[in-house]
């Protein structure tokens, strides 16, 4: 039967739990044969369950993710893309139309179906602000929950494609050029997300920039990076919102305890949701600071993505449950 998700009420201002964001929650720590069999898991996708862009799913992967879900395992996808650059990846995989969608890095959570669980949205005189603070750094998108044309806006296209032109080419019929950026950010008018990219250090620049300015309290800044391509992103988000809290506020409204919770990635914008469950997973292709971190915080390591290392981890937790119940 497909699962009822109870429907949270548009959190466009900010929401409650994140006015003051608390410090990460100290997890217990266990070791791996001691945590129970998971009951829900939230995967990335770039880097995570999609080797690099452009590329798709394995077949292992695929029916990795099916076996979790027979086995009654509710599988969550968490990205950074917004929903409709998403959905494409999965449609043919045979997954449930009630499979959770955590997007737009925790801002938007439907499922695959099309049925909404949650949602917020940045205040427009903040995307404004941010504007005018950002672009300096590199090419400034901001996403609306909308589909169609509209739904990514930016001024400076060719900006843009000398960084990600990849993203650009798969999202053109999404795009829309507005010059300056401000006047597609009308009061009322409120993104879900803001995006900033450009090199490394220029997006270290950028987060620096941002962290002094006076609109550091009102936007969650997550940063992704790709070393080997010079790119780094900084998501801009509500703040209190990240994957760690939307995957939160999921299993909360499912029943399923942090330590029945499993989440794995590759990179910082996943560092939230891997600190939130209680059992965390590195992939072996993460950079070496991240599978640093995980060694010192217990997580596990996964082999890398190009070695089906979802999959790895999936059948692994498959047989688990199996032997729990039998």
Request: aromatic share 4%; charged share 25%.
């Amino acid at each position: 039967m497909p699962k009822a998700y109870p429907i949270a009420p548009d959190c466009a201002q900010a929401p409650a739990a994140a006015q003051a964001p608390a410090a990460p929650p100290q997890v217990a720590r266990y070791t791996w044969d001691m945590h129970p069999p998971i009951r829900l898991v939230a995967i990335d996708m770039d880097g995570t369950l999609v080797p690099a862009i452009g590329q798709g799913i394995s077949r292992r992967t695929a029916l990795a993710l099916r076996a979790a879900q027979e086995a009654g395992i509710t599988v969550a996808i968490a990205t950074g893309r917004r929903v409709n650059y998403t959905i494409p990846l999965l449609e043919d995989l045979g997954l449930r139309a009630d499979t959770p969608l955590i997007t737009s890095n925790g801002a938007v959570t439907r499922t695959l179906g099309g049925d909404s669980i949650d949602r917020c949205q940045m205040e427009s005189r903040v995307a404004r602000a941010l504007c005018g603070l950002l672009r300096q750094f590199g090419a400034v998108v901001f996403t609306f929950d909308k589909p169609g044309r509209g739904e990514l806006v930016l001024e400076d296209l060719e900006q843009a494609q000398g960084r990600i032109s990849m993203w650009v080419e798969a999202n053109r019929n999404a795009i829309e050029v507005v010059k300056p950026l401000e006047l597609a950010l009308r009061d009322g008018e409120d993104p879900i997300q803001g995006m900033v990219t450009g090199t490394l250090g220029k997006m270290k620049e950028a987060e620096n920039a941002l962290k002094a300015s006076e609109w550091s309290g009102l936007c969650e800044c997550v940063r992704t990076e790709y070393p080997s391509r010079d790119l780094s992103i900084l998501d801009l988000l509500p703040p209190g919102v990240s994957k760690g809290w939307a995957l939160e506020r999921l299993a909360k409204r499912l029943g399923v305890d942090r330590k029945e919770t499993m989440a794995i990635g590759d990179n910082w914008n996943d560092v939230d949701m891997l600190e939130w469950a209680g059992q965390g997973v590195m992939m072996g292709n993460a950079a070496r600071e991240l599978r640093t971190m995980a060694k010192m915080r217990g997580w596990k390591q996964a082999p890398p993505n190009d070695e089906d290392g979802v999959a790895v981890v999936l059948e692994a937790a498959v047989k688990k449950v199996y032997a729990a119940n039998a």
